[in-house]
């Protein structure tokens, strides 16, 4: 799983540094990004994969690829265990920024594959989410974000500097990603929260859609890879919508575009 991670959003990412150039097309609503654009998305890239290494090679920064392009970070806080709990860290970069990283399903691991497949929307909770009427989640990664939201809080209140919030993750990781950069900008509304999730699937329904994009505006992001099918997933006739925010990745795989409104047409 990560390295099909740093394979599909890496290499292209890098590659495309190269070629991109800005342009905007005659369709205003899908805007290709530049290269500086995309670049922005490669240390999310590899925090987002080191997520899924054990917690006692994070706490040594010695998880591989993906420890070894981002500077250690301070103040490292881990929590999961790889099946029913997702694996996250909580760390401090040099410029103050707190990061958030949480981990996909673990393929390996029945308990994991079965947070994917426990699709029924519900409600979620006014103590999580305040003046939520109507919003509801996946009821599997509604579950998964219960059971890491006390130790994520308590390792973002650990971080000895109160910076910006940057939350990322890939593939229910990314789900995660959305569900909790939500509810951490409404515990800290003077900090800035921000999400930066890969192929993340659809998390719960158009109100819940209307929320994040009220909560965290234009600092939601998603990149998908135009080959991968988790993004589809549940489909919307379920009454899933992705909110807005996406990034699509080409089949040439060096073209990223931002794509206007949710579940924009143009990008397909
Ligand atoms: C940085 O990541 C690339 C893959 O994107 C990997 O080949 C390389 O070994 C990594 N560098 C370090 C120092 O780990
Ligand atoms: C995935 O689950 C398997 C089976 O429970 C476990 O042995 C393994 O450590 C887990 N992998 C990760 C990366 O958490």
Request: aromatic letters at 6%; charged letters at 25%.
């Given at each position: 799983m990560r390295s099909i991670l740093i394979c599909l959003l890496l290499n292209t990412a890098t590659q495309s540094i190269a070629t991109a150039r800005p342009t905007v097309r005659q369709d205003s609503s899908v805007t290709v990004l530049s290269a500086s654009q995309i670049s922005e998305w490669t240390i999310p890239a590899y925090l987002a994969s080191a997520a899924y290494c054990p917690g006692n090679t994070i706490q040594s920064w010695n998880c591989g690829p993906a420890c070894g392009n981002v500077s250690e970070p301070n103040g490292i806080v881990t929590g999961g265990d790889g099946d029913f709990v997702q694996r996250w860290f909580v760390a401090q970069t040099s410029d103050g920024t707190t990061v958030l990283s949480i981990s996909g399903t673990n393929t390996s691991s029945i308990e994991s594959i079965g947070i994917d497949i426990d699709f029924p929307l519900v409600e979620v909770d006014e103590t999580f989410f305040?003046?939520?009427?109507?919003v509801e989640l996946h009821q599997g990664f509604y579950g998964a974000f219960k059971r890491i939201q006390g130790g994520i809080l308590a390792g973002v209140v650990a971080q000895a500097r109160q910076g910006d919030i940057l939350v990322v993750g890939h593939s229910l990781g990314a789900a995660l990603t959305q569900i909790t950069a939500t509810y951490l900008q409404k515990q800290f509304p003077a900090r800035v929260v921000t999400a930066k999730s890969f192929a993340p699937p659809r998390s719960g329904n158009k109100a819940w859609a209307d929320y994040v994009d009220v909560t965290l505006g234009s600092n939601t992001g998603h990149m998908i890879n135009y080959?991968?099918?988790?993004?589809?997933?549940?489909?919307?006739?379920?009454h899933f919508q992705h909110a807005s925010g996406e990034i699509w990745i080409l089949k040439d795989g060096t073209t990223y575009e931002a794509c206007g409104g949710r579940e924009n047409p143009v990008s397909l």
């Open positions: 305040p003046d939520s009427t109507g080959a991968d099918d988790v993004p589809h997933l549940p489909p919307r006739p379920w």
